[in-house]
């Protein structure tokens, strides 16, 4: 079974460029959340997708970043115009719709650089 | 509101045993402990739901107390392979829906 991809594994763009990050969870996995992580500090949670409806964004820095999962599948997030604090790796994780909650499964992350 | 983590770092020796420490100032829903090596993804290792619990994977455990607002993560007989960053990730039902938020972190180094 697949596991939780991320794509693209690394993106390095300049200030106030655009870049989109895309997620696809394992199959199945109607929860997917966004974290990021900046160097040596706590994994922050952005978003929470159920399906295709944002449940919870709370985290979302600002306007510049949009969420979206078109369908229930795969959801990307886009950074516009990224800033040099928008650096970090950005993790999406997926889980199953149950109560009780069960175990996140994360993916590989996505690293973001701005120059 | 993010829960605390404590210690924020721990060295120790090979063999040796520590506990991770994670507080919320609010009751918990559930409780879940991840590791997170550099430059990979977080791993997940366990998750406990009800005040009160224990679990165990090898030398690895984990408790929930009964008030719900703290859980201890314990290492015994640490291996190398342990080193990394640990993780809670704590649950609050607020109106029906799951609020989840990651621990500050312990940064956990085994030597040899």
């Known amino acids: 079974e697949a596991g939780v991809t991320q794509f693209p594994s690394h993106s390095v763009i300049e200030k106030g460029q655009t870049v989109t990050l895309r997620c696809d969870p394992i199959?199945?996995?109607?929860?997917l959340y966004w974290y990021r992580r900046v160097m040596g500090k706590e994994i922050k949670f952005l978003l929470h997708?159920?399906?295709?409806?944002?449940?919870?964004e709370s985290g979302m820095p600002n306007n510049r970043f949009l969420a979206e999962r078109t369908g229930g599948t795969y959801s990307t997030l886009k950074v516009q115009p990224a800033e040099l604090e928008d650096s970090g790796v950005y993790f999406c994780?997926?889980?199953?719709?149950?109560?009780?909650?069960?175990?996140?499964?994360f993916g590989p992350g996505t690293r973001l650089t701005v120059l | 509101q993010q829960p605390v983590q404590s210690p924020q770092a721990v060295i120790l020796r090979e063999g040796e045993d520590a506990v991770i420490n994670c507080s919320s100032s609010?009751?918990?829903?559930?409780v879940h402990w991840y590791r997170q090596k550099h430059g990979e993804a977080p791993v997940f290792l366990m998750i406990?739901?009800?005040?009160?619990e224990q679990k165990g994977h090898e030398k690895i455990s984990a408790s929930f107390n009964e008030k719900k607002q703290q859980s201890s993560l314990y290492l015994t007989a640490s291996q190398l392979s342990y080193s990394g960053t640990y993780f809670c990730?704590?649950?609050?039902?607020?109106?029906?829906?799951?609020?989840?938020?990651f621990g500050t972190g312990t940064r956990l180094k085994v030597l040899a």
């Open positions: 994780a997926s889980s199953l719709l149950a109560d009780p909650p069960t175990e996140q499964f």
């Open positions: 199959s199945g996995h109607d929860n």
């Open positions: 997708f159920v399906k295709e409806s944002k449940q919870d």
């Open positions: 609010k009751a918990l829903y559930s």
């Open positions: 406990l739901l009800k005040g009160g």
């Open positions: 990730g704590t649950e609050r039902k607020t109106s029906g829906t799951y609020k989840y938020i």
